[in-house]
């Protein structure tokens, strides 16, 4: 038996079974305040009125408005990778104060599935306070373009995450490790310090005579533990993913240049949760001191 039924049922009972309201009531396990509303509803509606209404508020005050959702909707469907958080510091920039969890609730209004999740307890990290006090420097794993095997070379600022630079090379030598950080230095001037892992090329005399050249101290990784190049090891998985992975190139020369497109969208257009969604390029620009 339906709902409708039941209470259909419930409020001819009286006149059916010629019994009172309350021991009708009481025969059904309702209250008389229950049969009564029924009852009213019936006369004013009909059998429609004996249909659950729906809890929908008529107003809904909160709701984002039609124009932000849009919004959010945009730069999702153009930035699939982005979760809730990076599309709600992207649109703090555009002066729109909105919250990740309701980023989350109108992407599943718009039937958009996102990964957000509440963030963990925040842990303690080492940053620089200023920009070009330390870079790291790493050498990515091996891309194949066209059966060629790449290597890009990055250098990030520690502060800011800027990438200062990212070449790609057809070997991993020291050779190629100078000419990145020359390239850099040449760009934004020697940082204090640098930070690598102990890569060879890293430990090599030649890259020792670099960085003295430069006036600049090397630091390296304890041996065994790399997590202190934590950043640019991210960087390398954000390259990968929103990079190398949607983008596909017939000749390793068409490659580089398309990479510094999406470098100077990184740097300065896409915000960075490590530095609460600023842009690399506008904190570089802040902490230079």
Partial sequence: ??????????????????????????????????????????????????????????????RTDASTESEIVRIKTQCPRWGAYRIRNQLLRQGVTISPKTVNTVLKRHGI???????????????????????????????????????????LDDCSRKILACHLYTRERAKEVVKTLKIAIEQYGPPKQIYTDNGGQFLSKKSAKACLKAGIKHIKTSVGHPQGIGKIERWHRNVQEEFFDLYTFNIV??????????LNYYNHERPHMGISGCTPHARYLERLS
């Fill in 113 to 155: 599935p996102t990964l957000w999740q509440k963030r963990k307890k925040k842990y303690k990290r080492f940053e620089r306070k200023h920009s070009n006090s330390l870079w790291q420097m790493d050498i990515m794993g091996e891309i194949v373009i066209d059966g060629v095997k790449v290597y890009p070379i990055s250098i």
């Fill in 1 to 62: 038996m339906d709902v409708v039924t039941f209470r259909w049922n419930l409020i001819q009972l009286p006149g059916q079974e010629r019994i009172t309201v309350t021991e009708a009531c009481r025969r059904c396990g309702v209250s008389r305040k229950t049969y009564y509303k029924w009852k009213n509803r019936f006369q004013q509606k009909g059998i429609d009125g004996l249909k659950d209404r729906s809890r929908r508020p008529k107003n809904s005050p909160k």
């Fill in 253 to 262: 020369r068409e490659a580089q240049p398309a990479l510094d497109v999406y």
